[in-house]
């Protein structure tokens, strides 16, 4: 990364948030879905059916439960950036 570019970003205290597009918990049936599902969470669905269902996610969310990296997301999302994920 270019040093001026990383001054920049420290400088603004730039941070990348632990959300479900980079947990392995977390599917996305296209890579530029918004919504997808929990591998982890489910959740007895009331209005269609009274069946148990994988949670729907945005890819943005976070979540109060442990967050698991998808490291190969992670290198392949963030690269040179992952030294600004929120730790």
Do not use: P
């Not at 980079?22 to 969470?41: D, M, Q, V």
């Not at 392949?76 to 600004?84: I, K, T």
């Amino acid at each position: 990364m270019d040093k001026n570019k990383l001054i920049q970003l420290k400088d603004c205290g730039y941070k990348i948030q632990k959300c479900c597009d980079l947990c392995k918990n977390s599917r996305f049936e296209l890579y530029h879905a918004y919504f997808g599902t929990c591998n982890k969470k489910q959740y007895k669905h009331l209005k269609h059916s009274d069946k148990n269902r994988q949670l729907s996610i945005n890819r943005y969310g976070v979540c109060k439960d442990e967050f698991e990296l998808d490291e190969r997301k992670a290198d392949w999302m963030l690269s040179n950036y992952l030294e600004f994920m929120d730790k």
